[in-house]
Protein backbone atom coordinates (compact mmCIF):
# COMPACT_ATOMS: atom_id res chain seq x y z
CA UNK A 1 0.00 0.00 0.00
CA UNK A 2 1.01 3.28 -1.19
CA UNK A 3 0.46 6.36 0.83
CA UNK A 4 1.22 10.13 -0.10
CA UNK A 5 1.21 12.72 2.44
CA UNK A 6 1.33 16.30 1.03
CA UNK A 7 1.63 20.14 3.11
CA UNK A 8 1.51 23.09 0.84
CA UNK A 9 0.02 26.65 0.56
CA UNK A 10 1.09 28.21 3.44
CA UNK A 11 4.67 27.45 3.69
CA UNK A 12 7.63 25.23 3.44
CA UNK A 13 5.61 22.79 0.83
CA UNK A 14 6.67 19.25 0.96
CA UNK A 15 5.49 15.87 0.09
CA UNK A 16 6.28 12.12 1.59
CA UNK A 17 5.79 9.09 0.80
CA UNK A 18 5.73 5.98 2.62
CA UNK A 19 5.18 1.78 1.14
CA UNK A 20 3.04 0.78 4.19
CA UNK A 21 4.92 1.38 7.68
CA UNK A 22 8.20 2.17 5.63
CA UNK A 23 9.03 5.67 4.85
CA UNK A 24 10.62 6.09 1.15
CA UNK A 25 11.04 9.10 0.43
CA UNK A 26 10.23 12.79 1.72
CA UNK A 27 11.24 16.54 0.37
CA UNK A 28 10.42 19.80 0.25
CA UNK A 29 9.61 21.79 -2.91
CA UNK A 30 11.67 24.50 -2.58
CA UNK A 31 14.97 21.95 -3.31
CA UNK A 32 13.44 21.89 -6.42
CA UNK A 33 12.09 25.38 -7.34
CA UNK A 34 14.91 27.07 -5.70
CA UNK A 35 12.56 29.42 -4.39
CA UNK A 36 12.79 29.04 -0.15
CA UNK A 37 10.03 28.35 1.68
CA UNK A 38 8.41 27.87 -1.37
CA UNK A 39 4.20 27.28 -0.10
CA UNK A 40 2.86 26.21 -4.00
CA UNK A 41 1.34 22.32 -4.46
CA UNK A 42 4.51 20.04 -4.30
CA UNK A 43 4.76 18.97 -7.68
CA UNK A 44 8.60 18.39 -8.01
CA UNK A 45 8.63 16.84 -4.69
CA UNK A 46 5.52 14.23 -5.58
CA UNK A 47 7.52 13.55 -8.84
CA UNK A 48 10.53 12.52 -7.00
CA UNK A 49 8.59 10.68 -4.43
CA UNK A 50 7.18 8.40 -6.75
CA UNK A 51 10.23 8.30 -9.01
CA UNK A 52 12.08 7.10 -6.08
CA UNK A 53 9.56 4.07 -5.37
CA UNK A 54 9.44 3.28 -8.87
CA UNK A 55 5.59 3.90 -9.14
CA UNK A 56 2.87 5.99 -10.89
CA UNK A 57 0.54 8.10 -9.23
CA UNK A 58 -2.37 5.38 -10.06
CA UNK A 59 -0.11 2.85 -7.46
CA UNK A 60 -1.13 5.42 -4.58
CA UNK A 61 -3.73 4.28 -2.39
CA UNK A 62 -4.27 6.96 0.02
CA UNK A 63 -3.46 10.67 -0.09
CA UNK A 64 -3.25 13.10 2.83
CA UNK A 65 -3.40 16.34 3.19
CA UNK A 66 -1.82 17.86 6.17
CA UNK A 67 -4.93 20.12 7.60
CA UNK A 68 -8.53 21.14 7.31
CA UNK A 69 -9.20 23.62 5.25
CA UNK A 70 -12.69 24.53 5.89
CA UNK A 71 -11.83 24.31 9.88
CA UNK A 72 -8.90 27.17 9.41
CA UNK A 73 -11.20 28.98 6.65
CA UNK A 74 -14.24 29.37 9.85
CA UNK A 75 -11.33 30.24 11.98
CA UNK A 76 -10.05 33.16 9.71
CA UNK A 77 -13.75 34.28 8.81
CA UNK A 78 -14.29 34.52 12.60
CA UNK A 79 -11.32 35.92 13.47
CA UNK A 80 -12.67 38.83 11.30
CA UNK A 81 -16.01 39.19 12.18
CA UNK A 82 -14.91 39.30 16.04
CA UNK A 83 -12.53 42.82 14.85
CA UNK A 84 -14.29 43.65 11.78
CA UNK A 85 -14.26 46.89 10.94
CA UNK A 86 -10.83 46.91 11.91
CA UNK A 87 -8.79 44.48 9.47
CA UNK A 88 -10.59 44.95 6.04
CA UNK A 89 -6.79 45.20 4.75
CA UNK A 90 -5.78 41.75 6.12
CA UNK A 91 -9.68 40.19 5.14
CA UNK A 92 -9.18 41.79 1.40
CA UNK A 93 -6.03 40.40 0.70
CA UNK A 94 -6.51 36.56 2.26
CA UNK A 95 -9.97 35.91 1.03
CA UNK A 96 -9.39 35.67 -2.79
CA UNK A 97 -6.59 32.91 -2.09
CA UNK A 98 -8.70 30.91 -0.21
CA UNK A 99 -11.52 31.86 -2.69
CA UNK A 100 -9.84 30.43 -5.68
CA UNK A 101 -7.27 28.06 -4.20
CA UNK A 102 -7.56 26.81 -0.77
CA UNK A 103 -11.25 26.16 -0.23
CA UNK A 104 -10.99 23.51 -3.21
CA UNK A 105 -8.02 21.83 -2.26
CA UNK A 106 -9.43 18.24 -2.91
CA UNK A 107 -9.87 18.83 -6.33
CA UNK A 108 -6.87 20.54 -7.01
CA UNK A 109 -5.18 17.71 -5.41
CA UNK A 110 -7.26 15.20 -8.19
CA UNK A 111 -6.52 17.62 -10.72
CA UNK A 112 -2.75 18.02 -10.02
CA UNK A 113 -2.46 14.19 -9.31
CA UNK A 114 -4.60 12.85 -11.91
CA UNK A 115 -5.53 9.53 -9.29
CA UNK A 116 -7.90 8.12 -7.65
CA UNK A 117 -6.81 7.49 -4.44
CA UNK A 118 -8.73 8.15 -1.34
CA UNK A 119 -8.05 11.91 0.19
CA UNK A 120 -7.61 12.02 3.86
CA UNK A 121 -7.52 15.27 5.81
CA UNK A 122 -5.99 15.27 9.19
CA UNK A 123 -6.37 18.46 11.76
CA UNK A 124 -3.20 20.35 11.63
CA UNK A 125 -1.65 19.57 15.21
CA UNK A 126 -2.57 15.72 14.26
CA UNK A 127 -0.23 15.59 11.53
CA UNK A 128 2.33 17.28 14.16
CA UNK A 129 1.77 15.03 16.50
CA UNK A 130 1.83 12.19 14.10
CA UNK A 131 4.97 13.28 12.85
CA UNK A 132 6.48 13.68 16.21
CA UNK A 133 5.75 10.31 17.45
CA UNK A 134 4.57 7.19 14.80
CA UNK A 135 8.61 7.71 13.61
CA UNK A 136 10.07 7.22 17.23
CA UNK A 137 11.45 4.46 18.77
CA UNK A 138 9.50 4.82 21.49
CA UNK A 139 6.41 2.55 22.24
CA UNK A 140 4.62 5.14 24.45
CA UNK A 141 5.14 8.42 24.98
CA UNK A 142 4.27 12.31 25.87
CA UNK A 143 4.16 14.36 23.04
CA UNK A 144 4.04 18.45 22.71
CA UNK A 145 3.48 20.31 20.00
CA UNK A 146 3.85 23.91 19.31
CA UNK A 147 2.98 26.34 16.82
CA UNK A 148 1.85 29.34 15.29
CA UNK A 149 -1.73 27.28 14.89
CA UNK A 150 -3.00 25.48 12.58
CA UNK A 151 -6.93 25.58 12.01
CA UNK A 152 -7.58 26.58 15.75
CA UNK A 153 -5.04 24.82 18.16
CA UNK A 154 -1.55 26.41 18.59
CA UNK A 155 -0.49 23.72 21.22
CA UNK A 156 -1.41 20.50 21.72
CA UNK A 157 -0.21 17.91 24.50
CA UNK A 158 -1.04 14.29 23.63
CA UNK A 159 -0.48 10.49 24.68
CA UNK A 160 0.99 7.91 22.00
CA UNK A 161 0.82 4.45 23.07
CA UNK A 162 1.82 1.81 20.19
CA UNK A 163 -0.71 2.30 16.97
CA UNK A 164 -2.62 5.31 18.30
CA UNK A 165 -2.44 8.86 19.81
CA UNK A 166 -4.96 10.66 22.47
CA UNK A 167 -4.82 14.28 22.64
CA UNK A 168 -5.44 15.47 26.23
CA UNK A 169 -5.15 19.23 26.08
CA UNK A 170 -4.99 21.83 23.40
CA UNK A 171 -4.47 25.73 23.49
CA UNK A 172 -6.47 27.57 20.62
CA UNK A 173 -6.41 30.47 18.74
CA UNK A 174 -5.40 33.54 19.42
CA UNK A 175 -3.31 32.34 21.93
CA UNK A 176 0.10 31.02 20.93
CA UNK A 177 3.66 30.88 21.99
CA UNK A 178 4.67 30.80 18.11
CA UNK A 179 3.08 33.36 17.17
CA UNK A 180 4.65 35.47 20.66
CA UNK A 181 7.75 34.58 18.86
CA UNK A 182 7.06 35.43 15.97
CA UNK A 183 6.07 38.62 16.99
CA UNK A 184 9.40 39.44 18.52
CA UNK A 185 10.67 37.77 15.33
CA UNK A 186 9.00 40.74 13.40
CA UNK A 187 9.88 43.08 16.26
CA UNK A 188 14.06 42.44 15.81
CA UNK A 189 13.90 43.10 11.93
CA UNK A 190 13.61 39.65 10.93
CA UNK A 191 11.05 38.11 8.44
CA UNK A 192 8.23 35.67 10.18
CA UNK A 193 8.46 31.71 9.37
CA UNK A 194 11.60 32.86 8.11
CA UNK A 195 13.52 34.89 10.59
CA UNK A 196 12.90 32.82 13.83
CA UNK A 197 15.64 31.11 14.13
CA UNK A 198 17.96 34.13 13.89
CA UNK A 199 16.15 35.31 17.16
CA UNK A 200 17.23 32.52 18.70
CA UNK A 201 20.46 32.77 17.54
CA UNK A 202 21.03 36.48 18.42
CA UNK A 203 19.40 36.01 21.84
CA UNK A 204 22.92 35.42 23.93
CA UNK A 205 24.78 38.21 22.75
CA UNK A 206 21.64 39.91 24.72
CA UNK A 207 20.82 40.59 28.62
CA UNK A 208 17.01 39.11 29.56
CA UNK A 209 16.16 42.50 30.95
CA UNK A 210 12.78 42.50 29.57
CA UNK A 211 11.41 38.84 31.06
CA UNK A 212 9.48 40.64 33.23
CA UNK A 213 7.77 42.88 31.02
CA UNK A 214 7.14 40.63 28.65
CA UNK A 215 5.28 38.44 31.71
CA UNK A 216 3.69 40.67 33.40
CA UNK A 217 2.39 42.35 30.21
CA UNK A 218 2.19 40.38 27.07
CA UNK A 219 1.82 37.08 28.70
CA UNK A 220 -0.50 35.16 31.63
CA UNK A 221 1.51 32.17 32.20
CA UNK A 222 0.28 29.79 34.28
CA UNK A 223 2.05 27.54 36.76
CA UNK A 224 0.98 24.12 34.69
CA UNK A 225 2.21 25.80 31.45
CA UNK A 226 -1.39 27.37 29.92
CA UNK A 227 -1.25 30.87 29.40
CA UNK A 228 -3.21 33.56 27.24
CA UNK A 229 -1.66 36.58 25.69
CA UNK A 230 -2.70 40.15 26.04
CA UNK A 231 -4.09 40.84 22.69
CA UNK A 232 -4.61 44.85 23.04
CA UNK A 233 -0.36 44.37 22.04
CA UNK A 234 -0.45 42.52 18.88
CA UNK A 235 -1.64 42.87 15.01
CA UNK A 236 -2.31 39.84 13.76
CA UNK A 237 -6.11 40.28 14.63
CA UNK A 238 -6.66 43.28 12.85
CA UNK A 239 -3.46 44.00 11.03
CA UNK A 240 -0.83 42.91 8.37
CA UNK A 241 1.71 43.36 11.24
CA UNK A 242 2.77 40.72 13.75
CA UNK A 243 2.79 43.72 15.96
CA UNK A 244 1.12 47.32 17.01
CA UNK A 245 1.79 50.68 17.89
CA UNK A 246 0.92 50.08 22.07
CA UNK A 247 3.69 47.15 21.59
CA UNK A 248 6.22 49.44 19.96
CA UNK A 249 5.26 51.75 23.48
CA UNK A 250 5.71 49.13 25.56
CA UNK A 251 9.38 48.71 24.37
CA UNK A 252 10.02 52.29 23.67
CA UNK A 253 11.12 52.09 19.88
CA UNK A 254 9.52 50.81 16.91
CA UNK A 255 10.48 47.51 15.19
CA UNK A 256 14.29 47.48 13.52
CA UNK A 257 14.55 47.68 9.96
CA UNK A 258 16.30 44.73 8.55
CA UNK A 259 19.50 44.57 7.79
CA UNK A 260 20.45 47.81 10.06
CA UNK A 261 22.61 47.05 12.54
CA UNK A 262 21.20 45.27 15.59
CA UNK A 263 21.86 47.33 18.63
CA UNK A 264 22.00 46.22 22.36
CA UNK A 265 18.14 46.90 22.87
CA UNK A 266 17.03 44.55 20.41
CA UNK A 267 19.78 41.88 21.21
CA UNK A 268 18.53 41.87 25.05
CA UNK A 269 14.72 41.41 23.46
CA UNK A 270 15.42 38.43 21.82
CA UNK A 271 17.13 37.25 24.89
CA UNK A 272 14.02 37.88 26.80
CA UNK A 273 11.86 36.50 24.62
CA UNK A 274 14.09 33.20 24.13
CA UNK A 275 14.11 33.38 28.10
CA UNK A 276 9.72 33.30 28.25
CA UNK A 277 9.97 30.84 25.54
CA UNK A 278 12.38 28.18 27.21
CA UNK A 279 9.99 28.60 30.63
CA UNK A 280 6.34 28.14 28.77
CA UNK A 281 8.07 25.17 27.46
CA UNK A 282 9.84 23.68 30.50
CA UNK A 283 6.28 24.36 32.13
CA UNK A 284 4.21 22.52 29.79
CA UNK A 285 6.99 19.50 29.55
CA UNK A 286 6.53 19.40 33.50
CA UNK A 287 2.82 19.57 33.03
CA UNK A 288 3.01 16.81 30.72
CA UNK A 289 5.11 14.23 32.83
CA UNK A 290 3.43 14.63 35.62
CA UNK A 291 -0.13 14.02 34.00
CA UNK A 292 1.52 11.03 31.74
CA UNK A 293 4.37 9.64 34.14
CA UNK A 294 5.84 8.22 30.93
CA UNK A 295 10.12 8.56 30.33
CA UNK A 296 9.94 9.49 26.72
CA UNK A 297 8.89 12.38 25.22
CA UNK A 298 8.24 13.34 21.69
CA UNK A 299 8.43 17.14 19.50
CA UNK A 300 6.68 18.57 17.10
CA UNK A 301 5.64 22.11 15.38
CA UNK A 302 7.70 24.91 14.48
CA UNK A 303 8.23 25.78 18.03
CA UNK A 304 9.90 22.41 18.50
CA UNK A 305 12.63 23.88 16.38
CA UNK A 306 14.35 25.84 19.04
CA UNK A 307 16.89 23.56 20.09
CA UNK A 308 17.82 25.46 23.46
CA UNK A 309 14.48 25.37 25.32
CA UNK A 310 14.82 21.51 23.45
CA UNK A 311 18.00 20.83 25.34
CA UNK A 312 16.41 22.20 28.72
CA UNK A 313 13.73 20.45 28.67
CA UNK A 314 15.82 17.28 28.60
CA UNK A 315 18.15 18.28 30.80
CA UNK A 316 15.36 19.88 33.63
CA UNK A 317 12.89 17.90 33.55
CA UNK A 318 11.90 14.51 34.37
CA UNK A 319 11.84 13.07 30.58
CA UNK A 320 14.67 10.41 30.08
CA UNK A 321 14.63 10.07 26.54
CA UNK A 322 13.59 12.96 23.70
CA UNK A 323 13.10 12.38 20.28
CA UNK A 324 11.89 15.64 17.73
CA UNK A 325 11.02 15.13 14.02
CA UNK A 326 13.74 16.70 12.30
CA UNK A 327 11.24 18.98 10.23
CA UNK A 328 9.17 20.12 12.83
CA UNK A 329 7.70 22.94 11.11
CA UNK A 330 5.17 22.24 8.01
CA UNK A 331 6.91 20.45 5.83
CA UNK A 332 6.96 17.35 8.64
CA UNK A 333 3.10 17.63 8.37
CA UNK A 334 3.07 15.64 4.74
CA UNK A 335 4.88 12.82 7.03
CA UNK A 336 2.95 13.19 9.53
CA UNK A 337 -0.08 12.80 7.94
CA UNK A 338 0.87 9.92 5.78
CA UNK A 339 1.81 8.26 9.38
CA UNK A 340 -1.76 9.05 10.71
CA UNK A 341 -3.27 7.29 7.94
CA UNK A 342 -1.29 4.33 8.08
CA UNK A 343 -1.50 4.01 11.75
CA UNK A 344 -4.39 5.58 13.54
CA UNK A 345 -6.51 5.80 10.52
CA UNK A 346 -5.57 2.10 8.91
CA UNK A 347 -5.35 0.54 12.63
CA UNK A 348 -1.93 -0.76 11.30
CA UNK A 349 0.03 -2.59 13.89
CA UNK A 350 3.49 -0.26 14.74
CA UNK A 351 7.05 -1.95 15.71
CA UNK A 352 9.60 -0.28 17.25
CA UNK A 353 12.89 -1.02 19.33
CA UNK A 354 13.55 1.36 21.51
CA UNK A 355 16.41 3.05 20.45
CA UNK A 356 16.41 3.84 16.78
CA UNK A 357 13.60 5.93 14.50
CA UNK A 358 12.39 4.93 11.72
CA UNK A 359 13.05 8.26 9.92
CA UNK A 360 16.18 6.88 8.26
CA UNK A 361 18.25 9.44 9.70
CA UNK A 362 16.44 12.10 7.49
CA UNK A 363 18.26 11.10 4.56
CA UNK A 364 14.73 10.87 2.72
CA UNK A 365 15.75 13.02 -0.76
CA UNK A 366 17.48 12.67 -3.91
CA UNK A 367 21.04 10.96 -4.13
CA UNK A 368 23.18 11.50 -7.44
CA UNK A 369 25.42 8.60 -8.13
CA UNK A 370 29.08 8.88 -9.60
CA UNK A 371 28.03 8.16 -13.15
CA UNK A 372 25.83 11.45 -12.99
CA UNK A 373 28.11 13.34 -11.54
CA UNK A 374 31.44 11.90 -14.03
CA UNK A 375 29.04 13.47 -16.30
CA UNK A 376 27.60 16.26 -15.26
CA UNK A 377 31.77 17.46 -14.82
CA UNK A 378 32.89 15.97 -17.83
CA UNK A 379 30.21 17.63 -19.97
CA UNK A 380 30.83 21.16 -18.40
CA UNK A 381 34.63 20.71 -18.57
CA UNK A 382 35.46 21.19 -15.09
CA UNK A 383 38.75 19.75 -13.79
CA UNK A 384 38.28 17.63 -11.17
CA UNK A 385 40.29 14.44 -9.05
CA UNK A 386 38.36 10.76 -8.73
CA UNK A 387 39.41 9.19 -5.61
CA UNK A 388 38.55 5.62 -3.67
CA UNK A 389 36.27 5.95 -0.47
CA UNK A 390 39.53 5.75 1.86
CA UNK A 391 42.01 8.49 -0.19
CA UNK A 392 38.78 10.58 -0.58
CA UNK A 393 38.27 10.73 3.41
CA UNK A 394 41.75 11.30 4.18
CA UNK A 395 42.76 13.57 2.00
CA UNK A 396 39.26 16.23 2.84
CA UNK A 397 40.46 15.11 6.52
CA UNK A 398 43.51 16.88 5.84
CA UNK A 399 42.14 19.60 4.08
CA UNK A 400 39.61 20.62 6.57
CA UNK A 401 42.81 20.56 9.02
CA UNK A 402 44.79 23.04 7.02
CA UNK A 403 42.09 25.25 7.32
CA UNK A 404 40.11 24.69 4.25
CA UNK A 405 36.26 25.50 3.40
CA UNK A 406 34.60 22.65 2.00
CA UNK A 407 32.15 21.65 0.01
CA UNK A 408 30.28 18.40 1.07
CA UNK A 409 27.43 16.96 -1.27
CA UNK A 410 26.90 13.07 -0.79
CA UNK A 411 24.03 10.72 -0.62
CA UNK A 412 20.33 11.38 -0.46
CA UNK A 413 19.49 14.91 -0.07
CA UNK A 414 17.84 15.70 3.91
CA UNK A 415 14.88 16.01 4.84
CA UNK A 416 13.81 19.79 7.22
CA UNK A 417 16.07 22.58 7.35
CA UNK A 418 18.66 20.99 8.90
CA UNK A 419 21.92 19.83 6.59
CA UNK A 420 23.18 16.91 8.55
CA UNK A 421 26.08 15.83 6.33
CA UNK A 422 24.86 15.27 2.96
CA UNK A 423 24.00 19.13 1.44
CA UNK A 424 26.70 20.30 3.82
CA UNK A 425 29.69 23.06 4.57
CA UNK A 426 32.28 21.75 6.45
CA UNK A 427 35.50 23.52 8.18
CA UNK A 428 37.50 23.05 11.27
CA UNK A 429 35.92 24.03 15.14
CA UNK A 430 39.79 24.79 15.92
CA UNK A 431 40.05 28.43 14.93
CA UNK A 432 38.29 30.66 15.97
CA UNK A 433 38.50 32.76 13.01
CA UNK A 434 36.80 29.87 10.69
CA UNK A 435 33.29 31.45 12.00
CA UNK A 436 33.93 34.84 10.76
CA UNK A 437 35.46 33.29 7.48
CA UNK A 438 31.96 30.70 6.77
CA UNK A 439 29.31 33.39 7.75
CA UNK A 440 30.82 36.76 5.83
CA UNK A 441 32.83 35.35 3.27
CA UNK A 442 30.43 31.97 1.64
CA UNK A 443 27.24 31.93 3.32
CA UNK A 444 27.19 35.67 3.28
CA UNK A 445 25.17 35.98 6.61
CA UNK A 446 24.98 37.86 10.03
CA UNK A 447 27.99 38.05 11.92
CA UNK A 448 26.05 36.67 15.21
CA UNK A 449 25.07 33.41 13.47
CA UNK A 450 26.38 30.35 15.18
CA UNK A 451 27.72 27.14 13.74
CA UNK A 452 26.83 23.37 14.65
CA UNK A 453 29.16 20.71 15.41
CA UNK A 454 29.13 17.58 14.30
CA UNK A 455 31.07 15.31 16.60
CA UNK A 456 31.49 11.04 16.28
CA UNK A 457 28.58 9.58 18.47
CA UNK A 458 30.59 7.68 21.19
CA UNK A 459 32.32 11.06 21.61
CA UNK A 460 29.38 13.44 22.41
CA UNK A 461 29.45 13.30 25.95
CA UNK A 462 33.28 13.98 26.34
CA UNK A 463 32.88 17.38 24.59
CA UNK A 464 29.36 18.32 25.44
CA UNK A 465 27.33 18.37 28.87
CA UNK A 466 24.91 15.58 27.91
CA UNK A 467 24.23 11.94 29.05
CA UNK A 468 26.36 9.65 28.15
CA UNK A 469 23.51 7.90 25.97
CA UNK A 470 21.61 10.60 24.66
CA UNK A 471 21.86 11.19 20.56
CA UNK A 472 21.25 14.01 18.74
CA UNK A 473 21.22 13.11 15.26
CA UNK A 474 18.96 15.90 13.54
CA UNK A 475 20.94 19.43 15.24
CA UNK A 476 17.75 19.49 17.65
CA UNK A 477 19.46 20.09 21.28
CA UNK A 478 21.49 22.55 22.51
CA UNK A 479 23.89 21.84 25.05
CA UNK A 480 27.02 23.43 27.27
CA UNK A 481 30.35 22.64 25.67
CA UNK A 482 32.35 21.39 28.55
CA UNK A 483 34.62 23.68 30.04
CA UNK A 484 37.88 21.46 29.50
CA UNK A 485 36.84 20.90 25.76
CA UNK A 486 36.42 24.49 24.81
CA UNK A 487 39.00 23.85 21.89
CA UNK A 488 36.32 23.91 19.36
CA UNK A 489 35.26 27.64 19.32
CA UNK A 490 34.18 27.63 15.56
CA UNK A 491 30.83 25.69 17.42
CA UNK A 492 31.18 27.40 20.89
CA UNK A 493 28.11 30.17 21.18
CA UNK A 494 28.96 33.56 23.11
CA UNK A 495 27.25 31.41 26.25
CA UNK A 496 29.59 28.33 25.79
CA UNK A 497 26.87 26.35 24.20
CA UNK A 498 26.26 24.30 20.96
CA UNK A 499 23.33 22.90 18.22
CA UNK A 500 24.85 19.44 18.39
CA UNK A 501 24.49 16.98 15.63
CA UNK A 502 25.87 13.05 16.84
CA UNK A 503 27.15 10.97 13.75
CA UNK A 504 26.73 7.44 14.30
CA UNK A 505 28.69 5.43 11.42
CA UNK A 506 25.49 3.31 10.56
CA UNK A 507 23.43 6.86 9.91
CA UNK A 508 26.22 7.93 7.41
CA UNK A 509 29.56 5.77 6.78
CA UNK A 510 31.29 8.19 4.65
CA UNK A 511 30.77 10.93 6.57
CA UNK A 512 31.04 9.42 9.91
CA UNK A 513 34.44 8.27 8.36
CA UNK A 514 35.47 12.02 7.54
CA UNK A 515 35.26 12.92 11.29
CA UNK A 516 37.25 10.01 12.21
CA UNK A 517 39.79 10.78 10.21
CA UNK A 518 40.11 14.12 11.01
CA UNK A 519 40.03 13.02 14.68
CA UNK A 520 43.06 11.11 13.97
CA UNK A 521 45.03 13.66 12.54
CA UNK A 522 44.13 16.78 14.94
CA UNK A 523 43.21 14.52 18.32
CA UNK A 524 39.72 16.51 18.27
CA UNK A 525 36.50 14.83 16.88
CA UNK A 526 34.54 17.67 16.30
CA UNK A 527 33.91 19.75 12.94
CA UNK A 528 31.80 22.53 11.93
CA UNK A 529 28.54 21.45 9.58
CA UNK A 530 26.44 24.28 7.99
CA UNK A 531 23.90 23.74 5.14
CA UNK A 532 25.37 23.96 1.74
CA UNK A 533 23.70 27.43 0.99
CA UNK A 534 24.05 31.08 1.03
CA UNK A 535 21.30 33.40 2.37
CA UNK A 536 17.93 33.73 0.37
CA UNK A 537 18.82 30.03 -1.56
CA UNK A 538 17.80 26.64 -0.51
CA UNK A 539 19.99 24.25 0.53
CA UNK A 540 21.84 22.90 -2.89
CA UNK A 541 19.64 19.75 -4.58
CA UNK A 542 21.93 18.77 -7.71
CA UNK A 543 25.18 18.44 -8.67
CA UNK A 544 25.08 22.00 -10.98
CA UNK A 545 23.81 23.65 -7.92
CA UNK A 546 26.69 22.57 -5.59
CA UNK A 547 28.89 23.55 -8.75
CA UNK A 548 27.39 26.51 -8.50
CA UNK A 549 27.78 27.76 -5.09
CA UNK A 550 30.80 26.42 -4.93
CA UNK A 551 32.32 28.70 -7.22
CA UNK A 552 30.26 31.88 -6.14
CA UNK A 553 31.74 31.77 -3.33
CA UNK A 554 34.55 31.39 -1.20
CA UNK A 555 34.69 27.61 -0.60
CA UNK A 556 37.79 26.05 -1.33
CA UNK A 557 37.10 22.78 -2.40
CA UNK A 558 34.11 20.70 -3.15
CA UNK A 559 33.51 17.00 -2.97
CA UNK A 560 30.52 15.58 -4.47
CA UNK A 561 30.65 11.58 -4.60
CA UNK A 562 34.24 10.33 -5.52
CA UNK A 563 35.24 13.76 -6.83
CA UNK A 564 37.13 16.37 -5.52
CA UNK A 565 37.32 19.90 -7.30
CA UNK A 566 40.12 22.17 -5.83
CA UNK A 567 38.78 26.36 -6.26
CA UNK A 568 42.23 26.76 -7.69
CA UNK A 569 42.19 24.48 -11.05
CA UNK A 570 38.77 25.76 -11.84
CA UNK A 571 37.75 28.67 -14.57
CA UNK A 572 36.08 31.79 -13.51
CA UNK A 573 32.53 31.86 -14.23
CA UNK A 574 31.43 34.49 -16.77
CA UNK A 575 29.04 36.75 -16.49
CA UNK A 576 28.76 36.44 -12.29
CA UNK A 577 30.33 39.13 -10.99
CA UNK A 578 27.33 40.86 -9.54
CA UNK A 579 25.91 37.93 -8.40
CA UNK A 580 26.48 38.76 -4.40
CA UNK A 581 24.10 42.11 -4.78
CA UNK A 582 21.14 39.38 -5.69
CA UNK A 583 20.75 38.48 -2.44
CA UNK A 584 18.04 38.80 -0.32
CA UNK A 585 18.63 39.23 3.12
CA UNK A 586 15.80 36.52 4.67
Not at 348 to 359: I, L, Q, T, Y
Not at 532 to 540: K, M, S
Request: hydrophobic share 40%; proline share 5%; aromatic share 12%.
Amino acid sequence: MYILGISCYYHDSAACLMRGGEIIAAAQEERFTRKKHDFHFPQNAIKYCLSEAGIGVNDIDFVGFYDKPFVKFERILETYLSVAPMGIQSFIQAIPMWLHQKLWIPDLIKKELGCSGEIIFAEHHESHTASAFFPSPFENAAILTADGVGEWTTTSMGIGRENKIDIIYEIKFPHSLGLLYSAFTYYCGFKVNRGEYKLMGAAPYGEPKYVDLIMNELIDLKEDGSFKLNMKYFGYLDNLKMTNARFNRLFGMPPRKAETKMEQKYLDIARSTQVVTEEVMLRMAKRLYKETRLKNICLAGGVALNCVANGRIIRETPFENIFVQPAAGDAGGALGVAQFIWYQYLGNERKVDGKKDSMRASYLGPSFSNNCIRDFLKNNQIPFEELENDRLVQKTAQLIAEKNVIGWFQGRMEFGPRALGSRSILGDARFPEMKDVVNRKIKFREAFRPFAPSVLREKASEYFDIKEDLESPYMLLVAPVKENKRVIPAVTHVDYSARIQTVRCEDNPIFYDLINEYYKLTGVPVIINTSFNVRGEPIVCKPEEAYMCFMRTNIDYLVMGNFLLNKRSQKPLKGDSDWKKEFELD
